[in-house]
């Protein structure tokens, strides 16, 4: 079983900028950002494969969030730029052992605590 831990949310002014990190108990493969505001379901943000060589965005980030991965560290990424208040929720990291870059929670197998990430106009 993999542990995740997400970290590096907090307040920030729209236009700002903040960087989260997952890290691994273990090994992972695909990773996956989530997030979820109040009242909404979770939605998808952004994948990465195992190498690093298949990413996914949400067309609401695309342009300005970034995920990167270091596997010799057990560590996702995810640099949020130009943030906006709509960008304003719980942030997730989950993995998955398929090899294909999940975008549905349902094929990520685990999932860490979220930190939050306000955003404020």
């Known amino acids: 079983q993999v542990q995740l831990v997400e970290s590096g949310g907090g307040l920030v002014q729209a236009g700002g900028s903040l960087r989260l990190s997952c890290i691994a108990s273990?090994?992972?493969?695909?990773v996956g950002w989530f997030r979820q505001a109040p009242g909404k379901e979770r939605e998808f943000v952004a994948a990465i494969s195992w190498s690093g060589g298949t990413t996914y965005y949400a067309d609401s980030v695309k342009g300005r969030f970034t995920i990167s991965r270091d596997n010799a560290k057990n560590t996702v990424w995810l640099q949020m730029n130009s943030l906006k208040p709509e960008d304003t929720a719980v942030y997730y990291c989950?993995?998955?052992?398929?090899?294909?870059?999940?975008?549905?929670?349902?094929?990520?197998?685990?999932w860490g605590q979220g930190t939050q990430v306000t955003v404020s106009s």
């Open positions: 273990g090994r992972t493969f695909s």
């Open positions: 989950a993995s998955t052992s398929r090899s294909v870059v999940p975008r549905t929670p349902f094929m990520y197998d685990y």
